[in-house]
């Protein structure tokens, strides 16, 4: 909030879930949902349920070893097999939002009926609480599968938010932590590009927004490429805010849109990275 933050993009659940004997329990959450939400004074936040599995282990939610973790159970994917733990979450997720803006999201959605499970749910735990709080449902864009079906997920959700690290990974087929492959893996490759294109085609199409998160909303040569994608949230580290917010403020909306459509007819990531927005100087957002 110091820094100019107009809210929480993306609160990290998994962190309440770490270094821990046990899951929190439902008060437990509801206290620290709470309490961050009093720090906002009324700002939204968006709180992503638990997202393990893959590089996130827990001691205590032991999953069978997988050939491929990052292909295996991960996300939204350990909710609906542990739905207790699901279930715990998202009533302690709407109590806080009694008092508060918060919106949930769920991670590493790539089918619908993933979506509709979750929704299910949602809705099962709103009976069970009586709570009627409104509560904005939306998923992580993180599988190709997804973008692809952008259209047809924005009957489902009210928010998009493209997690552009493992939406990376998974596109280009390279483990962003791998020691080789790494520097390869970047969210400005076309294809890229184009994926995050098409989500926000498909989400505007039915009045749908989209927010960016992960190391690419915090990139300034990226920054103005989201821009002009048409995308309508940047979520960044804490430090990031004010340079992101600089960098949006100094750009002309018709300069980033045509940037962005440079960038799409671009063959390699290094094109993209060598094309130039112009400034346009101080705009008055008045």
Known sequence: VQLGGEGVG?????????????????????AIY?????????????????????DKPLSYLPLPREENPFLGMRGIRVGLDRPELLRTQLRAILRAAVDAR?????????????IRAAKGMLAEERERTGIQAALEIGIMVEVPATAVMAAQFAHEVDFFSVGTNDLTQYTLAMDRGHPKLAPQADAMNPAVLRLIAQTVEG???????????????SDPQAVPILVGLGDDELSVSVPSIPSVKAE??????????????????????????ALHVPEAGIVDYR
């Open 102 to 114: 918060l919106r949930v999201m769920f991670p590493m959605v790539a089918t619908l009926e993933e």
């Open 248 to 273: 949006v403020r100094a750009r002309a909306l018709a300069n980033c849109q045509a940037l962005a459509q440079q960038a799409l007819t671009q063959d390699t990531a290094a094109g993209v990275r």
């Open 34 to 54: 709470a309490a961050i939400a009093k720090v906002l004074e009324g700002r939204p936040m968006i709180i992503r349920t638990l997202d393990v599995g893959g």
């Open 10 to 30: 993306l609160l990290r659940s998994e962190f309440l879930y770490m270094d821990r004997a046990s899951a929190p329990t439902e008060d437990e959450q509801f």
């Open 203 to 217: 989400a505007h199409a039915e009045g749908r927004w989209v927010g960016i998160c992960g190391g690419m909303a």
